[in-house]
């Protein structure tokens, strides 16, 4: 039943993967309730709706109060799309719930677009702190970002954070990415969405893949 209702909402989005504003307002906001969380959704959802700036502006006046959401919706999700956008003018949203939030979903999110913004002074300063002093949880998600993200300022961070000192499943996920190459033209991404998963692409890099390219 999930995965029909899933599809039910993929039938709105076929315009917006041809032009980048596709969606409607109604639509747009519908994303924002996934079904079976971020990893439903699919690339081509992502590079459509991250990539079109007036989305993004409409989803940070619903995290921001500014206009109502849709029902069902989290603010997790919407900073994970703010994330997915890299537009820096999100970059104070990121900041604060990294420092403030007391939702664990949240946090993790927050931290993940420091990292997608980490050739950016003020974030890698604030990844920094984090990894140096946050606490158990913090840390634990800055290694989690830094995983998917990848590039070497972000493996600079990341070797400073033991694997002995982190959950065993993002120990896990640091060692593999370490392991490989860094990326060194792009900034990574992360949860691996619907169709992808997370392996050694061509160059050996760990990230998320086409299933088709594994």
Not at 68 to 84: C, D, K
Not at 132 to 154: I, K, Q
Not at 161 to 184: C, F, M, N, T, V
Request: charged share 25%; hydrophobic share 40%; aromatic share 6%.
């Amino acid at each position: 039943m999930k995965r029909l209702l899933l599809f039910a909402i993929l039938a709105l989005v076929p315009s917006a993967l041809e032009a980048q504003s596709g969606l409607s307002e109604q639509q747009a906001l519908g994303v924002l309730v996934p079904i079976e969380g971020i990893s439903s959704y699919t690339r081509e959802m992502r590079d459509a709706i991250a990539n079109d700036p007036a989305i993004m502006t409409l989803y940070a006046d619903v995290l921001e109060g500014r206009r109502p959401g849709p029902r069902g919706w989290q603010a997790s999700t919407v900073i994970w799309w703010l994330a997915e956008s890299r537009d820096p003018q999100y970059l104070e949203i990121f900041e604060r719930y990294a420092a403030t939030s007391e939702d664990p979903g949240e946090i993790v999110v927050a931290i993940y677009g420091l990292a997608r913004h980490i050739d950016r002074p003020s974030a890698r300063r604030s990844l920094e702190d984090l990894a140096e002093a946050g606490t158990d949880r913090e840390r634990a998600s800055v290694a989690l970002a830094l995983t998917y993200v990848n590039t070497p300022a972000a493996r600079t961070i990341l070797r400073t954070l033991e694997s002995q000192d982190l959950p065993g499943w993002i120990a896990a996920k640091r060692d593999s990415a370490l392991a490989g190459p860094a990326l060194q033209n792009e900034i990574g991404r992360g949860p691996c969405l619907q169709g992808e998963v997370r392996r050694g692409d061509s160059s050996g890099v760990v990230r998320c893949i086409p299933v088709a390219d594994s």
